[in-house]
């Protein structure tokens, strides 16, 4: 049984790597270079899912994006922002540090998980029928099995909308930092609401998807984002894509989404 399985899914896997090879030359062009596998294309695919909720809203971070799949190593316009700060900003490449990559996207994983210079651990909440990398570790974010002040850097992102009790998440994230450490905490989120838009009471799958834009979203973030973190006791720093791109310091188009913000939260004691 298991032999099938891994004989199915290696061929798979070899289907689907000729099929990327393909997409790579192409799409090959010079219009934008995704910063995680390094290739150039003409242009980014169409990705992301439209919702009624999402265009009322203006959601920042969710809803169709027309350049936002990298056809060759599949990143996101979410991914690469990450990317581009922690390589380029962060110098993620020249620190040896501790990193927590919660819920790790497979583009990020891919290039995290090959730097010499980090220790990296992945973790998240396990879903029957998921298929997970080896070495990744399950937990409940609002209860994480590691002591205080482990990690040096947290990264998660796209997760606090779907928890309940995201104060709990955000309290525990303060907690497993070192002093001075920092979080990248990426959320969907609309700057047309002012405060975060939660009802406890929306429970079902459609209310959630009709109120929330997502089946599996319990709230959408508004312009008290950074203050909840604060609370918890973050120092906040909200860097826009342009200022990423700046810093960055390069001249080539990643294919960034223009109106997302970086949430950068700094543990200061
Ligand atoms: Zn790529």
């Known amino acids: 049984m298991s032999t099938n399985f891994l004989t199915k899914n290696s061929i798979k896997r070899k289907l689907k790597s000729q099929f990327l090879w393909f997409r790579k030359y192409y799409y090959q062009g010079k219009s934008f270079t995704c910063p995680l596998c390094g290739n150039s294309f003409r242009t980014m695919l169409p990705g992301g899912f439209q919702s009624d909720a999402v265009k009322k809203l203006d959601i920042i971070g969710a809803g169709l994006r027309s350049q936002n799949i990298c056809p060759y190593c599949l990143s996101t316009d979410r991914d690469r922002l990450v990317y581009v700060y922690l390589r380029d900003i962060f110098s993620i ?15 990020l994983y891919r290039v995290l998980s090959t730097l010499p210079n980090i220790t990296y651990t992945t973790g998240t909440k396990y879903a029957e029928g998921t298929y997970y990398p080896s070495g990744i570790e399950f937990f409940d974010l609002r209860e994480l099995p590691y002591s205080n002040n ?61 109120v929330f834009g997502q089946f599996d979203h319990v709230r959408v973030y508004g312009q008290d984002y950074p203050s909840r973190l604060e609370h918890i006791g973050f120092s906040m720093e909200v860097i826009p894509s342009h200022r990423v791109k700046e810093q960055a310091n390069v001249s080539v188009n990643f294919a960034l989404n223009p109106r997302e913000n970086l949430y950068i939260a700094h543990k200061k004691l």
Do not use: W
């Not at 969907?188 to 975060?196: F, H, N, Q, Y």
């Open 150 to 210: 482990t990690f040096d850097l947290v990264i998660c992102n796209h997760v606090l909308e779907h928890i309940e009790e995201d104060y709990l998440a955000m309290a525990e994230i303060f907690r497993v930092l070192k002093n001075n450490g920092h979080a990248v905490l990426q959320v969907p989120i609309s700057e047309k609401l002012v405060d975060t838009l939660e009802d406890p009471d929306i429970k079902t799958q459609q209310d959630r998807h009709t």
């Open 93 to 107: 490449k020249e620190k040896e540090i501790h990193v927590l990559h919660v819920s790790p996207e497979p583009a």
